[in-house]
């Protein structure tokens, strides 16, 4: 089966390109809990160790999908603006490798900031069911691997946290099993993009 995509490039020299990958991401949130529709990936082509790259593309077996995401107010408003130049929706280069973009839910729980949450959190569910609150120490002895930061928000609650995303290579099967944010998961979403960065 075929697959398309659509690439967005930002033209700024000096630009957060963390910022506008979240806003982006932002988007394709909004536009995936509108329409129930989890099977659009995102891949970010120029990615490496210091960067996301100033790039986010946008992939999918749905033509109609993506025409209808590369349509959204905000990509037209920072494209005419100058900020974003967009491609057209587009097949998918012929004999791509398979790669995955992973939001690792894990590597936040290594923050001091996420600790104290998870506490906070545990203190709160434990007084609502009348129960005594004993903290037990949450230590984490996992290596990270490389990733970076992109700053997202919940449609449903309005709340901005991070989105930690890893790149993983290897040999994958096509999967369009994505989360509502256009990555793939540590366990329960196998989504894959087509490596775009040639």
Known sequence: MDRFYFAI???????????????CINILHGFVCQNEST???????????????RSIAFVSHSFCDLSNLAGQKYFRLMSSDGVFRSSEVKPVPAFCNEIKFVRNQRIAKCFAGE??????????????????FEPKALVSHQSLCLFHRVMASSKSTNEQFILHI????????????YNNYGFASN????GTVPDLSI
């Open 9 to 23: 490039e930002y033209l700024p020299a000096n630009v957060d390109v963390s910022l506008l990958a979240g806003r």
């Open 166 to 177: 890893q790149k993983g290579e290897g040999t994958f099967v096509q999967s369009d099993n």
């Open 187 to 190: 366990v329960e979403y196998e």
């Open 39 to 53: 099977s659009i990936g995102v891949s970010f082509p120029g990615w490496s160790d210091q960067t996301l790259g």
């Open 115 to 132: 600790k104290r949450r998870r506490l906070a959190r545990a203190k709160r569910r434990a007084e609502e069911r009348g129960d005594l």
